[in-house]
């Protein structure tokens, strides 16, 4: 295989041509590409088809092949009038650390600080996010990256597990299994990822406890949680995490009363995880602030920094207190060749606080990030988001075709279209895809107490106020026409 100097640098030179023109026009680009469907469907199938060659192309081919074929035909989720999921963008810094990133390769399964920095630099990083949200460092000891929220969510409850287990019973779960006991999960609204959790690390989905007020949008019943936990500790069979959501994925609210659910948690010998994947970020605004206090009362923490931090996919973030329970879970499989000759003072091995062994530097590109804009400019970034999601949940309220379901509490936006017109799930669809294909807005389908909703969440460092608000309000006006 020879890629040839001349010919790789002449495609990195293509490729920094296309960042700069992407930098420069992201704003313009539709949300969407524009593809035939009957076309979609032939060239997926003819891709599909297709099998490994026996001779490879030369690099020119396939460069030329995705710059016709597959990058006209991805989203421009990079952009600012993506408000689907709770995607950031990439920020210049991030970028530049990203493309970096893969041209040392390093795989951060050791501390090796005699030998590289990375694992340093990680830390570092976790803990400059820590400042940027007002945690103290010395409280959430144990931090790693992961893939993702969800990932962070599993770190969660095969913590949670292990030291319930421990605290209740004296059961090491981790290297005997959970000995015919049951560990129930108790929230309000959680994510799917926390479903998804319980059945990676062997809860079981069905022992999910919803424990909200009826009809509140994100409040605790706390006489519910008070009895439940009493019930679990007097059977002494049963055991319990409580999971609390800040920043819900549907309308962005936070759960209240965390200090109460911490004594709660201590009487009852419960663990207390967070699920914070964006609204742990509005501690870095005075302005949003009073919506998540409290948070250092967690014993885990989830984040992501691929949402508002807007780096690139993928960068989970997990925070925990008990990073000895981090590492009774996760340090207890040692092969002979990744020894080190760490002390146990230093940085403890990634594998060993992770469920990864191999894993990409995903430290450079928030670190550089991070340090780039600095507090200061994450604030703006967040206030910025906030105030599009507030004028545009005021725009849709004032609306006659449209509904604003609840407040707009944070970044996220939920409503639908207003009337009869848009009454059942085939109306419902017909209302997304006429406001995707106008290519100035994406909005993803969610349903809110039985009913169908659209939520647009705003997150991306490139949305402006005034740029995008009136280009996306049109749209709007545009698909309900």
């Known amino acids: 295989m020879d890629v040839g100097s001349p010919e790789l640098r002449k495609h990195l030179l293509r490729i920094i041509e296309l960042a700069l023109f992407r930098h420069e026009n992201l704003h313009q680009l539709p949300t969407l590409p524009e593809m035939d469907e009957l076309l979609t469907q032939a060239r997926d199938a003819t891709l599909l088809q297709q099998k490994l060659p026996i001779e490879g192309q030369s690099l020119t081919a396939t460069m030329d092949e995705v ?18 999921l709770v995607t950031g963008g990439v ?17 951060l399964i050791v501390h090796l600080p005699e030998e590289s920095i990375a694992t340093v630099l990680e830390q570092h990083a976790l803990d400059m996010v820590l400042d940027l949200c007002d945690l103290p460092r010395d409280r959430f000891v144990g931090k790693t990256l992961t893939t993702g929220a969800s990932a962070s969510n ?30 129930k999960v108790l929230g309000v609204k959680v994510h799917a990822s926390i479903l998804k959790a319980m059945s990676v690390v062997g809860l079981g989905r069905k022992n999910y406890i919803e424990v909200s007020q009826e009809g509140s949008i994100l409040a605790w ?18 055991g319990a995490i409580v999971v609390a959501s800040f920043g819900e994925v549907n309308t962005g609210a936070f759960v209240s009363d965390i200090p109460r659910v911490r ?40 984040s992501d920094g691929h949402k508002w931090l807007n780096v690139p996919y993928d960068c989970g973030l997990y925070y925990t207190r008990h990073l000895d329970v981090s590492l009774q879970v996760f340090g207890g499989i040692k092969a002979a060749y990744l020894e080190t000759n760490a002390t146990a003072d230093s940085i403890p091995n990634p594998m060993s606080t992770n469920i990864e062994s191999s894993r990409r530097f995903r430290a450079l590109p928030l670190y550089m990030s991070l340090k780039t804009y ?12 906030c105030l599009f999601a507030k004028k545009l949940a005021d725009w849709l309220q004032q609306h006659p075709l449209y509904e604003l379901i609840t407040p707009c509490h944070l970044n996220i936006v939920l409503f639908r279209g207003a009337g009869e017109r848009w009454v059942g799930r085939a109306r419902h669809q017909e209302l997304i895809r ?3 294909a106008t290519g100035d807005i994406y909005v993803t389908a969610t349903e809110w107490n039985g009913q169908e909703a ?3 969440a705003i997150s991306n460092w490139r949305t402006d106020f005034e740029r995008d608000f009136e280009v996306v309000t049109n749209a709007l006006e545009k698909a309900v026409q």
């Open 374 to 385: 600095g507090a200061e400019g994450y604030t703006k970034m967040i206030e910025s988001n």
């Open 154 to 183: 599993v770190l969660a409850l095969a913590q949670g597990r292990q030291w319930v287990c421990a605290t209740r019973w004296n059961i090491d779960s981790a290297e005997d299994g959970m000995c015919g006991k049951v560990v």
């Open 434 to 436: 006429a406001l995707k």
């Open 221 to 238: 019943d706390l006489e519910k949680l008070e009895a439940l936990l009493k019930e679990y500790k007097e059977t002494d069979t049963t």
């Open 67 to 84: 710059f016709e074929s597959i990058l006209p035909s991805l989203t421009n989720a990079a952009g600012p009038k993506w408000f689907g």
């Open 91 to 107: 920020t210049p810094a991030a970028l530049l650390g990203d493309w970096l990133t893969p041209l040392y390769d390093s795989n």
């Open 454 to 456: 659209i939520r647009a």
């Open 263 to 302: 004594e709660l948690c201590d009487k009852y010998q419960a663990w207390l995880h967070i699920d914070a994947a964006f609204g742990m970020y509005a501690r870095a605004s005075k302005a949003y602030a009073h919506l998540s206090p409290h948070l250092e009362l967690a014993d885990s923490i989830t």
